[in-house]
């Protein structure tokens, strides 16, 4: 075969494995209302969702929550379940405090008590948006589950958990957990999430034990899209999920979520409209066989172990103990040495050249990293404050590109001197030398480098004995390399945007060592090509739209009255040209919460003064105790009624303990992140009442900063919220909202 239909073959096989791999994560077509009365319905979900749930937000204690909790509780309720309803005041780890209210659904003489698979999806949303997917379609989805298991015969019981307050801290977890009465029994928990629209469902996160439970899952999983680099990439961001208070909590449990759309995410865009019928019906149908699956489940089995996983084209999983994953990669090794013994005997190869195959290896991922970076930085200087791109295929082939690009360049000066066995050597060495680094560090991640290390060690060796030609091996390798590179290469931008192109670059350089010794001799004119296209591909990607109104802008708006000293503010943290002009804010952030330091800054513009009643604060005089403490009462109201307060504060004295209406915030747990600057502490309470008891050790005052915040903004407003819907921008998370600050000391 030519060079040049080398070259054509390899990438040929490349790109249908990339198109088989999207085919394959394609959107099945919903059941419909007819479907059999034993299987998810996405058709009946979302009947269900329009039913129970309302196009608009309805946040922790607004009136809007309340009506969908009724609503929810009588569906449950006309399938015949008995429902629960658990009104506590529950706190997080973090110290965001609020009353709840769980329903908590079991069948008819399902009393608790043995092990039980709890199904959990929450039912409140952002103040922003209407949470239609996050979480309407959970809860919908759960309802839906709930109808086709009801008739079932199940060695464990299921229990069905319609939390609240998730949004507000993953409160109607925490007092789920913290109710023993209610939650002693719940043994494996699985949890309906969205962080987005539309998109394939995957399983992103386990229990940190999943040596027993993932054999459950390879024999059930319809569909998988799942893999342990998911579940280990997942537990080093700081995002939680319900689903981390029941790991804290020692429960074991699997999380579902599909990610795509992510600029609707948290956003009036997350709404009725927006639901993707395909996306609920492949989570439905995963999330129902794992309720079964595990329901039939010996959950005793539960024990320390991990594993390591990943699909196949979303067809099968493949796993082993990630205690294997060294002996592994240690005969992978074994196999590279014996390729190295004789492919020096046969004269195929030489130490020299192997040095300069591992060289080239390491070379490629530098080039990648360095190209990746330039890229991505470019690209952010044409789209700042760009989430997500409604256009990102130009960057993310541009990635793809430069990556290809690195590896095709390392190879082609290394095979100048070396042959294609010893390149090949040299890759295998260092594939396998650095799984074995990550199956120490990242056991989660390892698959990547260990699955195609192995392959190129066994061809490696086979060369030295057997005919196997230099094509079969490269084209063997590259759909080793492919299957476990391409899946994050595919969905990178949906799960991390701009973030994930250095890593894409980098995915792809890997690949590209697979098959790169043997078109070596057209990489001097597909290198630069590459690269050529990189650059046409990053000028396009300069020049399309970065926002679109499917992909906004996000930009929510805050008024903030001081009322100590009655200066107001417009503060905004990105604000658009359109906003800038209708008010005169300064060009640079400024520290607007001190208590979150570098993270606290917002641009700020002077604003209308409002007549707006500052909140109440009473300060208790500290009661000391017997071992040295001493303990400050405050007691809080919003005047205004406003559905939030917050008091953070500064002293020298040690803050040793709260309780927020007699609730002591759960420890926190290892993974817990503070987001708080040195010396600050901070307390929020979803309630417009609460009690604080701040316990103190050492001698000192404390300067704090109290404030309640209601939804929406003063009609003084008016010229900026034109001047954001001008530039295409909407409000996200907690929304536009009105703050006042009042300072106190004690």
Known sequence: MTPRGKAVLVFAVLAALAGLETCRRSSPEPALEGAPADQFSATRAIATLHAVSVDAPHPLGTPAHDTIKGRIAQALRALDYTVDVQHTFACNAAATCGDVDNLIARRPGQAPGGKA??????????????????????????????????????????VFLIDDGEE???????????????????????????????GMPSLFETSREQRWLVPVVARALPHPVTT???????????????????????????????????????????????????????????????????????????????????????????????????????????????????????????????????????GA?????????????????????????????????????????????AAALARRRASFDAVFVGHAVAWNGLGLALAVILPGASYLLVVPGLVMAVLAAARTVLPVGETAAALASLVAAAIVCLQFALIGHDALGDASLTASAVLLALITTAFAPL???????????????????????????????????HQPLAYV???????????????????????????????????FGARGTSHVAPAPAEPITPPQVTVTPAVPAADGTRVVTLDLASARHAPRLTIAWHSDAETTALRINGTAPPPRPARFRAFLAPG???????????????????????????????????????????????????????????????????
């Open 117 to 158: 698979v709890v199904v959990a999806a929450h039912y409140d949303s952002v103040p922003a948006g209407p949470g239609a997917s996050d979480d309407g379609t959970g809860v919908a989805s759960v309802l839906e589950i709930a109808r086709a298991i009801r008739h079932d015969t199940l060695a464990h019981p299921v």
């Open 561 to 595: 009255v001081d009322s100590d000293t009655g200066a107001a503010r417009w503060q905004v943290d990105a604000p658009s040209a359109e906003v800038r002009a209708a008010a005169q804010f300064e060009p640079a952030a400024h520290s607007v919460a001190p208590w």
């Open 228 to 362: 342990s680099l998911f579940a280990t990439i997942y537990d080093q961001l700081p995002n939680d999920t319900d689903l981390t208070v029941f790991k804290r909590a020692g429960r074991a449990g699997i999380n579902f979520a599909y990610i795509g759309g992510g600029t609707q995410y948290h956003t009036p865009l997350d709404s009725f409209a927006n639901v993707d019928p395909g996306s609920v019906q492949w989570r439905g149908d995963q999330a129902l066989a794992m309720v079964r699956a595990f329901a039939a489940a010996d959950l005793d089995e539960a024990a320390p172990g991990g594993a390591v996983w990943f699909d196949v084209l979303a067809a099968f999983l493949v796993w082993w103990p990630a205690g294997w994953t060294v002996l592994i990669t240690a005969l992978a090794l074994a196999l590279v040495g014996v390729a190295l013994v004789g492919g020096v005997r046969r004269g195929r190869l030489t130490l020299a050249g192997v040095a300069l195959g591992l060289a080239s290896f390491v």
């Open 519 to 553: 078109v070596w001799d057209t990489a001097p004119r597909l290198a630069p090509g590459c690269l050529a296209l990189a650059v046409v591909l990053g000028v396009v990607a300069m020049l399309v739209p970065h926002h679109s109104a499917t992909h906004p802008r």
């Open 365 to 409: 991922v530098l080039g990648a990293v360095v190209l990746g970076v330039v890229l991505t930085r470019l690209l952010g200087l044409a789209s700042p404050g760009a989430l997500f791109e409604p256009h990102p295929a130009p960057r993310v082939a541009a990635a793809w590109l430069v990556g290809i690009a690195a590896a095709l360049g």
């Open 168 to 198: 507000a801290g993953l409160l109607g977890a925490e007092g789920f957990v913290a109710d023993a009465a209610r939650s002693g029994d719940a043994a494996f928990i699985i949890n309906l999430e969205a962080r987005g629209t539309t």
């Open 680 to 746: 600050w502490n901070r307390i929020a309470i979803r309630g417009s009442t609460a009690r604080v008891e701040i316990t103190l050790r050492g001698a000192g005052t404390a300067e704090a900063i109290v404030t309640d915040t209601s939804f929406g903004l003063p009609a003084s407003a008016a010229a900026l919220i034109r001047a954001r819907d001008a530039s295409g921008a909407v409000p996200v998370h907690d929304g536009d909202v009105t703050i006042v600050e009042r300072h106190v000391r004690w």
